[in-house]
């Protein structure tokens, strides 16, 4: 791409009860449990990244965990909060169980164009996100953002033209930055995957 790109660092939002039990959480507003507390409290950000801004959306899960990082990295600079990057509504099925799901639509629960009674298909997602990046990107200047795992990987599906079915191709652990840029035409491109956080524990759920 010539057009020029804003280096963007994703961070999904720590542990929540709704994780640990597979439930869907989609828009309800869910806070981070005690482990999530501590994985968050936890990490360091790499010299290059410590002293970034925050843009997170603004669900309670993400709200803490951009607090708790910016609490613990003193050189972060302000938080700020963007509705488009709420993640994936699950309609009907928020606040149920993933294998319940499953068993249900068989291989449609993972489907990218599979859309919930009331809710969003993966695919709905791409015009909402790519809206947030184009914003974003304005400002060259690299940010963090703190968000959800519907919508990292549907920033990964901008950038790779993935088609949204199934896990995503390349592996994103939610313990360490997802490193995209983004640009004032709402694309993406994958600049670093799956980059360390110092002190991040190396066990426990990655759900």
């Given at each position: 791409m010539t057009e020029a790109m804003t280096r963007l660092v994703f961070l999904r939002h720590g542990l929540t009860d709704w994780n640990v039990e597979r439930r869907m959480q989609g828009r309800r507003?869910?806070?981070l449990n005690d482990d999530g507390r501590a994985m968050v409290a936890a990490w360091r950000l790499p010299e290059e990244l410590a002293n970034l801004s925050i843009v997170a959306s603004p669900l309670i899960r993400c709200r803490e965990?951009?607090?708790i990082l910016k609490a613990n990295n003193p050189g972060l600079g302000p938080i700020?909060?963007?509705e488009r990057l709420v993640e994936k509504s699950w309609g009907v099925w928020e606040g149920r169980?993933?294998?319940e799901m499953e068993a249900e639509l068989g291989d449609a629960a993972h489907a990218g164009d599979h859309r919930p009674e009331g809710g969003e298909s993966r695919q709905?997602?791409?015009p909402r996100i790519?809206?947030?990046l184009a914003d974003i990107a304005t400002d060259p200047t690299?940010?963090?953002v703190v968000t959800h795992r519907g919508v990292i990987r549907t920033v990964y599906a901008l950038a790779t033209g993935w088609d949204m079915t199934g896990e995503t191709p390349d592996e994103m652990s939610r313990r360490k930055a997802q490193i995209f840029r983004g640009a004032a035409d709402g694309s993406?491109?994958?600049d670093r995957l799956n980059v360390a956080l110092t002190n991040t524990p190396t066990t426990g759920s990655d759900t």
């Open positions: 507003d869910i806070t965990t951009a607090d700020t909060f963007d169980n993933l294998h709905d997602m791409l790519s809206d947030a690299p940010r963090i993406a491109e994958i």
